[in-house]
């Protein structure tokens, strides 16, 4: 298996950074500085915007996946873009200003939430993140790639409803991740396999949510963190130990690739 993968994708939250220190353990950064001596190209592949990414060490990856596969990125080349159509932005804006949810808005180089309640004071305690409030109609003159819709599971619907080209995806009870119909993490993971010329075979992902579906689906080997529940562990090949616990490094010995 160690020389037939050349490609290994990777998950931000739970899985690179862990949610008690939010910083990505020393046996993780070991693991992807010796999986780049060895040749195989590392991606990250996160819900999160570029802005976002301060904790974790960049310059590491061969790419960036980022906002679900709506924006992807090696070095100042972005190769695959797909921002939320304005229809569908207006819907989600209406919505905001109605008082039906609190909504995170991504843009490549920045974002900004329409305001605070606890869904999204939990939300960004989890994550560590201290974000800007906007009004939500910046979002109108601009291109936007994601959101985090702060509602919980059984309203979902209520944005699916209003908008026609937006799909959801979640990893958290407190936000859905919204995106594009035709982003998500697995159109990115295919599009950057395209560009390096591999096979889905030749990828490994790691990852721990129910958001990180699509790129399991999309390659060949995935490794899910121990503190994933059940039903996403379900969907992976391998189950490691959680982000606090070495699961990265161990994994990839495992695997044969350190």
């Not at 100042?76 to 200003?97: S, W």
């Not at 985090?148 to 936000?175: C, G, I």
């Not at 579906?213 to 490794?223: C, R, W």
Request: glycine share 6%.
């Amino acid at each position: 298996m160690a020389r037939q993968l050349k490609a290994a994708f990777f998950d931000v939250d739970g899985t690179l950074l862990s949610f008690k220190t939010h910083e990505v353990p020393a046996s993780a950064i070991r693991a992807l500085e010796e999986l780049r001596a060895a040749d195989v190209r590392i991606f990250l592949c996160t819900g999160r915007s570029p802005s976002l990414l301060e904790d974790v060490p960049l310059e590491l990856f061969d790419a960036c996946v980022t906002m679900s596969g709506a924006f992807c990125f090696a070095g100042d080349e972005a190769y695959l873009r797909r921002p939320i159509e304005r229809q569908d932005m207006e819907a989600v804006v209406a919505q905001v200003h109605e008082g039906l949810y609190h909504c995170l808005f991504m843009e490549p180089d920045c974002s900004y939430v329409s305001g605070y309640d606890q869904l999204v004071r939990r939300a960004f305690d989890d994550a560590a993140l201290d974000v800007a409030v906007e009004d939500a109609r910046v979002a109108l003159t601009r291109d936007v790639y994601q959101l985090n819709v702060f509602v919980p599971p059984e309203r979902n619907q209520l944005v699916l409803d209003a908008t026609s080209k937006l799909k959801l995806s979640r990893w958290s009870p407190n936000f859905a991740d919204a995106m594009h119909v035709d982003a998500g993490k697995g159109a990115g993971v295919r599009a950057t396999l395209a560009r390096w010329g591999m096979s889905p075979d030749e990828a490994v992902a790691f990852g721990d949510g129910g958001n990180d579906a699509e790129m399991f689906a999309a390659v060949g080997t995935s490794v899910c963190m121990g503190s994933a529940p059940a039903a996403v562990q379900a969907l992976t090949t391998h189950v490691t130990e959680d982000a606090d616990h070495d699961g990265i490094w161990n994994a990839c010995q495992r695997l044969g690739l350190l």
